[in-house]
């Protein structure tokens, strides 16, 4: 990473190769010196993103806009086609890359809570019903709901669908 243009305040290193504008490191970075020049190495890089990521989720009380999409999209190995597709629920891949390309802008409300949902899950190593529920979403064919006849039966108190063919 050159340090070139880059900005290096009372010994903080703006971290821009994050691609989100507000990122400073007061530490666990070293100046070293190149053959190219003076180049930045980050100590933990896969730490420091996964930290960066869990604050934008968890501890960021400003709504979720492009630039921290994209940032968390490529935490989580998704390109914006399967982003769109499996988690904003047959999205298309243009729709996340405009939401990324206005990058101070927020993304929808509804975007951003199965955003955060899913990606504490995907951090967390755990499968609950966020995950589970976009599974299925994915699997069934929800267009046909009203093709299909969809019939209850009452189990001791308990109601159950019995799908039919």
Same mark, same amino acid.
């Not at 980050?42 to 869990?54: D, S, T, Y």
């Not at 069934?140 to 093709?147: G, L, M, S, T, Y």
């Given at each position: ?13 703006? =971290?821009?190769?994050?691609? @989100?504008?507000?990122?400073? @490191?007061?530490?666990? *970075?070293?100046?070293?010196? $190149? ?12 730490? #420091?993103? &996964? ?8 501890? +960021?009380?400003?709504?979720? %806009? ?9 935490? @989580? ?7 769109? &597709?499996?988690?904003? @629920? ?9 939401? /990324? ?10 975007? &951003?809570? #199965? #955003?955060?949902?899913? =990606?504490? /899950?995907?951090?967390?190593? $755990?499968? $609950?019903?966020? $995950?589970? #529920?976009? /599974?299925? *979403?994915? %699997? &069934?064919? +929800?267009?046909? *709901? ?17 799908? +039919?063919?």
């Amino acid at each position: 990473m050159s340090l070139e243009g880059q900005a290096a305040m009372d010994n903080y290193y703006h =971290y821009r190769e994050s691609g @989100l504008s507000n990122i400073f @490191l007061k530490n666990g *970075f070293d100046v070293i010196e $190149t053959s190219f020049g003076k180049s930045v190495r980050i100590q933990h890089v896969e730490a #420091l993103h &996964e930290a960066i990521g869990l604050f934008i989720v968890k501890s +960021c009380s400003r709504r979720i %806009d492009g630039e921290m999409l994209k940032f968390l999209r490529t935490q @989580l190995n998704m390109t914006q086609k399967i982003m769109g &597709e499996s988690l904003f @629920l047959h999205a298309d891949s243009q729709t996340v890359a405009n939401w /990324e390309k206005r990058r101070l802008e927020a993304i929808p409300a509804q975007a &951003e809570i #199965l #955003l955060r949902s899913f =990606y504490m /899950e995907a951090k967390s190593g $755990t499968s $609950t019903h966020v $995950t589970s #529920l976009l /599974e299925r *979403f994915a %699997d &069934e064919d +929800c267009d046909n *709901f009203h093709a299909r006849r969809i019939e209850f039966k009452n189990f001791e108190g308990e109601w159950q669908e019995q799908l +039919c063919a």
